[in-house]
Structure formats: C-alpha cells, structure tokens
C-alpha cells in the first residue's frame, strides 16, 4: 500500500496546485473531431511508452523467474544505482525541454543547434543513458513521435534480445549486465542516426563533435582507475570511492584546463580578486 498511496496522491497533489495555477474551463464533448488532430501524434507516443515499459522490466522478470532471487535483488539494486544519475536528471530536464524546443517546431535546424548545445552539459555529468534518454523530448518537440515509436521497437528488440542472451546462453548476472550495456550503446547509435537523418535531416557531425571530449576524459580516467581498483583492492569501500574520485577529479580538472573548455585558474585568480 506504500507504494501505491505515494504515486496516486502526488499525481492528485501536482493536478490541484496546476489546476489551481492555472484554471482551465473543463466541457464534455463528443465527437472524434479534436481526437483526429492528435491522433497521428498520440497513437505513436502511447505505443512507444507500453513497449518501452515492459522492454525496461522485462530483464527484472527473467531474472526473477529462471535465476535466483539474490541475483534479482543484486541487479535491481546495482540497476537502481545506475539509474540515479539518469532519473534526477532527466526528470528536471526533459520536461522543460518539450515545450521549449516545441517552439522550435517547424525550424529543425535550429532545434538541432539548440540541443546540441545543452548536449555539453549531458555529456560532461553522465554516459550514454543520460542523453539517450532526452532524445524522446526532442522526437515530441519536432512532431516526429512516429520515429520515436520507430526507436522504442528497435530498443526493446534489442535490449530483449541481450536479455534473453544474457540468461538463457551466459546464464550469469554479469553477463546480463554487459549484454544490456551493448544493447544500450548500439541503441543509441540507432536512435541518433534515426534523429538526425529522418527527423533533423541534416550531418550529424555537430553531435558526434560535442562527445569526442567527454569521450577522451573518460578513457583517461579509466586507465587511472582500473590499476587503483587492483592496488586498493581488499580496502575499505569507502576509502577507496574517496581515492578513486579524487584521481577522476584531479584529472578531469586537469583536462578541462589544458584544452581550454574551462579556466579554472583564471576562475580562481578572480574569485581572489573579488576577496581581497
């Protein structure tokens, strides 16, 4: 019941403070008129959403069903810690980029300029699933739900695909894990090529460029990282997170310098400016 009430009375809480915000005239009608109007919109998006809830699940039945139940809850915790990054930030972002960028409707090119400039942002703060899951609002500014639709079926063959490989060929959690990894990253490449080629139609180079330099930063920080987690291995949990994103931040602050994305220094030097 907890975990029913919570959902239903935040849904009812946001609509009275939204209604009351914004008072809306509410009139019955019948008809299929307006319904047409939207329909070739609608019908996309509500087709992407039941296929793209029961493809992000389905890995949590399988699991559950023909592995054990410590397996289902390793995974669903270790799934739950990835996605923390993705959901406090999606769920700010994307909402606000649907109407925004909706204005930007029948001008594709300076939607796609627009999105790739807030793609400096994703890329810096998180990986693939982080900008894969803002490209729906993008897809739903431009009127383009059925290529939205079109990406929904691709990943859920594909993710299901790595699902049931994971399972039932490999037979062991990690190997799940890293087939839902694959599945994302091949997802991703579908989805942007689909959005640029069909929805933006124009080179997708612009988005390729803003990904070379978080792309760099992190093999950077894996080379660090992968000889610390073998040096350290066997200590405290705690003491190694704190070593380990110590070296990530001294060398993302290091690479950021160099290549003149950011002037932390200058920053510094003028902070102490102000100061004194």
């Not at 406090?88 to 999105?115: E, G, R």
């Not at 594909?158 to 890293?178: D, E, K, M, R, W």
């Not at 612009?206 to 978080?214: D, E, G, V, W």
Request: proline letters at 3%; one cysteine or more; hydrophobic letters at 50%.
């Amino acid at each position: 019941y907890a975990l029913i009430i919570n959902p239903i009375l935040s849904s009812i809480l946001i609509f009275v403070i939204s209604y009351q915000r914004y008072p809306q005239r509410l009139r019955f009608t019948l008809g299929l008129k307006v319904l047409r109007k939207i329909f070739s919109y609608s019908a996309y998006q509500f087709l992407f959403n039941v296929i793209n809830y029961f493809s992000r699940n389905l890995d949590k039945l399988l699991i559950g069903k023909y592995m054990s139940m410590s397996d289902l809850g390793y995974y669903e915790k270790s799934y739950r810690l990835m996605m923390l990054p993705l959901q406090n930030i999606t769920q700010v972002i994307t909402p606000v980029m649907h109407p925004i960028f909706s204005d930007f409707q029948n001008d594709k090119a300076k939607l796609a300029t627009s999105y790739e400039r807030i793609l400096r942002i994703l890329t810096l703060s998180v990986g693939v699933q982080i900008i894969l899951s803002s490209s729906g609002s993008i897809f739903q500014a431009a009127g383009d739900t059925r290529s939205l639709f079109v990406c929904g079926v691709f990943s859920s063959v594909l993710n299901v695909t790595g699902i049931l490989l994971g399972i039932f060929y490999f037979g062991t959690l990690t190997a799940v894990a890293s087939c839902i990894v694959v599945t994302f990253s091949i997802n991703f490449i579908q989805c942007y090529w689909q959005m640029y080629r069909i929805t933006f139609r124009r080179s997708a180079w612009p988005f390729i460029r803003q990904l070379i330099s978080p792309f760099i930063i992190s093999i950077l920080i894996a080379l660090a990282l992968i000889p610390m987690q073998y040096a350290l291995e066997g200590m405290n949990i705690f003491v190694t997170i704190i070593a380990k994103g110590i070296v990530s931040f001294i060398i993302f602050g290091i690479y950021i310098q160099m290549t003149h994305e950011y002037d932390m220094i200058g920053k510094v030097r003028s902070l102490r400016k102000k100061s004194l």
